[in-house]
């Protein structure tokens, strides 16, 4: 039912196209049919990777492993062709549907925190039984010994509602790949992502060239929720009106993890071993700084490996 619908909202676009636009004697080349809910990047160069070094040794002041940057070199030009990439992190509810929809596991975070109960079961389960599951399972904030069922009800629809438009996370790469599949889309390249995030003149961030923790979710400060809604942060736009590619949750990519053409760095990772992951994400606490938000920034993970702090988006 799902796909017939968005292969429905396209023949609509395409007609719509047809009837608006050009005669079959006149040039067509050039048009594009814009699918909902993504951003257009036209074909062309764009500058990649960087040739930053860490001569502040940071890596040394906050303990890591490994050298910074060194991954990201050198910086060079790569041409891609034209497509289209999804303009938000795929949401919590956007997924609770392939869930559905398309026979899916849930994320493991779901089981534990309730978001996978279905609501038909909750309005059938006793006043009992409800008090049970908002305790243990949603982990309600209150005594809810003394609530009603339908308060109970009115509590737990609140909650999930918050959930909803939240990105989706504790997914695998398989995972990703296989929602992409089910919506006719695809994961990003490494490189698509890229360009997406910070243009073709290789902004050092998606808004610009400065830091400015204002302009995207680190994690830090006071807020009740460590990962934001997609699309609310409106200062973390790339050049392309793509959003949260500064922070918010990092995102799976199409890409097993390599050096770059030109590059003498060699890790043990590289090879068909991980699989990039691109952005920043919220809830980093102490590493909360500048260089892990840069659109430049690498990092990579077992493709099987899940983490609340890890999403994605399509394209095509």
Same mark, same amino acid.
């Given at each position: 039912?799902?796909?017939?619908?968005?292969?429905?909202?396209?023949?609509?676009?395409?007609?719509?196209?047809?009837?608006?636009?050009?005669?079959?004697?006149?040039?067509?080349?050039?048009?594009?049919?814009?699918?909902?809910?993504?951003?257009?990047?036209?074909?062309?160069?764009?500058?990649?990777?960087?040739?930053?070094?860490?001569?502040?040794?940071?890596?040394?002041?906050?303990?890591?492993?490994?050298?910074?940057?060194?991954?990201?070199?050198?910086?060079?030009?790569?041409?891609?062709?034209?497509?289209?990439?999804?303009?938000? /992190?795929? +949401?919590?509810? #956007?997924?609770? *549907?392939?869930?559905?929809?398309?026979?899916? =596991?849930?994320?493991?975070?779901?089981? &534990?925190?309730?978001?996978?109960?279905?609501?038909?079961?909750? /309005?059938? +389960?006793?006043? #009992?039984?409800? *008090?049970?599951?908002?305790?243990?399972?949603? =982990?309600?904030?209150?005594?809810?010994? &003394?609530?009603?069922?339908?308060?109970?009800?009115?509590?737990?629809?609140?909650?999930?509602?918050?959930?909803?438009?939240?990105?989706?996370?504790?997914?695998?790469?398989?995972?990703?790949?296989?929602?992409?599949?089910?919506?006719?889309?695809?994961?990003?390249?490494?490189?698509?992502?890229?360009?997406?995030?910070?243009?073709?003149?290789?902004?050092?961030?998606?808004?610009?060239?400065?830091?400015?923790?204002?302009?995207?979710?680190?994690?830090?400060?006071?807020?009740?929720?460590?990962?934001?809604?997609?699309?609310?942060?409106?200062?973390d736009k790339s050049p392309y009106d793509a959003f949260?590619?500064?922070?918010?949750?990092?995102?799976?990519?199409?890409?097993?993890?390599?050096?770059?053409?030109?590059?003498?760095?060699?890790?043990?990772?590289?090879?068909?071993?991980?699989?990039?992951?691109?952005?920043?994400?919220?809830?980093?606490?102490?590493?909360?700084?500048?260089?892990?938000?840069?659109?430049?920034?690498?990092?990579?993970?077992?493709?099987?490996?899940?983490?609340?702090?890890?999403?994605?988006?399509?394209?095509?």
């Amino acid at each position: 039912m799902r796909l017939n619908l968005f292969k429905n909202t396209l023949l609509f676009t395409t007609i719509v196209a047809i009837a608006i636009g050009c005669s079959e004697d006149e040039e067509t080349e050039g048009q594009v049919l814009l699918e909902p809910g993504m951003v257009f990047i036209e074909a062309g160069e764009f500058i990649a990777g960087s040739n930053k070094v860490d001569d502040k040794g940071l890596a040394k002041e906050f303990g890591f492993v490994g050298e910074l940057y060194v991954d990201e070199h050198p910086q060079h030009k790569v041409f891609l062709k034209a497509y289209q990439i999804d303009q938000y /992190e795929v +949401s919590n509810l #956007e997924y609770k *549907r392939f869930v559905i929809e398309g026979d899916y =596991q849930e994320p493991v975070p779901w089981v &534990q925190n309730g978001y996978n109960v279905r609501w038909e079961i909750l /309005e059938r +389960s006793s006043v #009992e039984r409800l *008090r049970s599951i908002a305790d243990d399972y949603f =982990q309600l904030d209150a005594d809810v010994s &003394q609530f009603s069922k339908a308060e109970l009800l009115e509590q737990l629809s609140a909650l999930q509602s918050q959930r909803d438009p939240l990105p989706v996370t504790g997914v695998s790469w398989f995972d990703a790949f296989s929602y992409c599949q089910w919506r006719e889309k695809r994961l990003p390249s490494e490189m698509e992502w890229e360009k997406a995030a910070r243009g073709a003149h290789g902004f050092e961030y998606p808004w610009g060239n400065q830091w400015d923790e204002t302009k995207t979710n680190t994690g830090e400060g006071e807020q009740e929720l460590t990962v934001f809604p997609v699309g609310v942060v409106k200062g973390d736009k790339s050049p392309y009106d793509a959003f949260d590619m500064g922070g918010n949750v990092s995102e799976w990519t199409n890409d097993w993890y390599q050096a770059y053409p030109g590059s003498n760095y060699v890790d043990e990772a590289f090879g068909d071993i991980h699989r990039v992951v691109r952005g920043g994400g919220a809830g980093v606490g102490h590493y909360a700084i500048s260089t892990f938000f840069r659109s430049a920034r690498r990092a990579h993970a077992d493709p099987t490996q899940i983490s609340t702090d890890v999403g994605f988006r399509c394209a095509k």
